[in-house]
């Protein structure tokens, strides 16, 4: 039998969120990962914060399209900011940016589906 993982930790949810594929992770909503990052390991942070920013430019897009441009156009910005700032939870990274901009993408073809139907 299969032991089930201790969601109620961090190790846990670390554990969980590693064992799934980026495929996976890309379906996760913001809010699911915003909070399992908070519960996670620094040395987890940049395995998750590529999808997590996904999540969030996909979402804020879906929800508001005219929101494509400025998230888009954050994208890099973002990223060089927390290479100087750098006290992020996850470091700067070009995975971030691809993400980011994927998220934006299916956001766009989310709003026009929704105005579709």
């Known amino acids: ?17 590693l064992s799934l ?9 913001h809010s699911l990962l915003y909070t399992a990052r908070s519960r996670v390991p620094k040395e987890q942070q940049n395995l998750i ?10 979402e804020a897009t879906m929800e508001n399209p005219l929101m494509a441009l400025p998230i888009a156009a ?3 910005p973002y990223q060089l900011y927390k290479a100087v700032d750098g006290k ?9 940016v691809l993400q980011g ?3 934006v993408g299916e956001g ?7 105005t579709m139907r």
């Open 1 to 17: 039998m299969q032991q089930s993982k201790d969601l109620g930790s961090p190790d846990g949810i670390a554990e969980a969120l």
């Open 21 to 29: 594929s980026g495929s996976d992770l890309a379906k996760i909503p």
């Open 49 to 58: 914060s590529p999808y997590e920013h996904r999540a969030f430019a996909r």
């Open 74 to 76: 954050a994208v890099i």
């Open 88 to 96: 992020s939870r996850s470091t700067p990274s070009i995975d971030q």
């Open 101 to 103: 901009f994927l998220g």
């Open 108 to 114: 766009l073809v989310g709003a026009v589906k929704n």
